[in-house]
């Protein structure tokens, strides 16, 4: 699979690139107060002085070992020594722009609308163990394919996919499947610092043990 870059994308209505600072919207405590909107940066119209600084800072692996780059942009500095979001934020270079209006291109080939990473993330978040939305089972997306291939994409309906176009699914299958997994468990490394969880033993306790305690 081909190395995917978190956090850039293009905008639907012009086809910008973007870096997606904010996933969301958080008010001064730190909760998210607006799930559908998303502070994003033009990434070709920042100044050259310190355009490759803030690619650098996306790409290290600071950049893409988190799922909100606002945590790296806040501790990155620019050539002329500014913390990078504190001189986005001096600059007006954020803009406000709503989550199903920034496409996450992760790859050349790979397309997802952050409203719907968003989503998937936030059931990672909350623990449902369900499949994410927008993923399939490989087995599902080969099938496709080469049906699609063969001429004979009738024989599976948008209906099985719950209206969605079947090709979006196979341009949302390897990314998510894969991002997802990763990000779950970075979440559930940073539970554990916060809250360890006693692990649990294995088996059957003694017969010994389980008289004596009876």
């Known amino acids: ?26 008010d ?4 998210v107060t607006d799930h559908t909107h998303a502070l994003v940066v033009d990434t070709d119209a920042l100044p050259n002085m310190w355009a490759d600084s803030f690619m650098d800072a996306v ?21 002329d020594g500014r913390v990078i979001l504190r001189a986005l934020v001096d600059e007006g270079r954020m803009v406000k722009v709503r989550t199903n209006e920034v496409v996450m291109e992760p790859d050349n ?8 990473l968003n989503e998937n993330l936030t059931l990672i978040e909350s623990g449902v163990t369900t499949e994410p939305r927008g993923t399939m089972s490989p087995e599902s997306a080969v099938e496709i394919i080469n ?12 209906e099985d996919f719950a209206g969605d176009n079947a090709k979006q699914r196979a341009w949302q299958l390897r990314t998510q499947s894969q991002m997802l997994r990763e990000d779950a468990k970075k979440l559930d490394v940073e539970a554990d610092n916060i809250d360890p969880q006693p692990k649990r033993g294995r088996g059957r306790p003694k017969k010994a043990d389980a008289d004596a305690s009876s």
């Open 1 to 26: 699979m081909a190395t995917m870059t978190k956090h850039v994308g293009k905008l639907k209505s012009t086809g910008k690139r973007v870096a997606v600072i904010f996933r969301e919207i958080y």
């Open 28 to 31: 001064d405590t730190g909760n």
């Open 59 to 79: 790409l290290s692996s600071e950049g893409q070992d988190t799922i909100n780059f606002f945590e790296v942009a806040n501790r990155k500095v620019l050539p």
């Open 109 to 116: 080939s790979i397309k997802i609308p952050l409203n719907e």
């Open 147 to 158: 049906a699609r291939e063969a001429g004979a994409a009738g024989a599976t309906t948008s």
